[in-house]
């Protein structure tokens, strides 16, 4: 008895269940199962299976597509639940910049801040970490602290370019710590970006 073309191991014919194709290429049994989930045809010389061989094995393949399947359906499942979490996070983020916006408008600057500190640590993704930015520039500088809303917005404006209220309250805090040629830079960065 010859050995079998897809593991090489030798088949004994008493022991073990095994096929050929018409060329008599052996193989067993289980090496053959999972050959067919790739192939229908010999693998060393490339004639199909015959129909009876391919019917001993049809409740195996059956099994294996379900299995297949299955982790596919699994595999959707879990990328749906992503994109409905991704969803629900950006909702409660816009809220939360709402209400944050509500705030500086109250002049409720140091809450605003908070919640804006919290925020800027959740949020990886770059147009959020952006908008965070630009409100901690913003409620910074309306709080009468230029030193912090320049060093916000400076990192705003090295993320995004094309951002002009980002350089707009830029020039004002420069502005108000006297720094006019510095004021002066973030002006004119707002006409570049229009
Ligand atoms: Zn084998
Ligand atoms: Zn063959």
Known sequence: ???CIICHLKINEHTDSYNSCKNLHFVHNHCLA???THSKSCPLCSEPYSSSLLEQFEEYMDKKEQ???DALDKEQKKESMKKMQDVANKILFLKSVEKIEGLIEKENYNEAIDLLLDLYEENSIEERGVTVLFLLGKANYLKGRYDLA???LFKLVKIRYDYPDGFLYLGKAYEHLGLHDKAKWA???IKETK
């Open 1 to 3: 008895m010859p050995s």
């Open 34 to 36: 999972e050959w067919l």
């Open 67 to 69: 299995e297949k399947q």
């Open 150 to 152: 320049i060093n916000f």
């Open 187 to 189: 002006y004119e960065r």
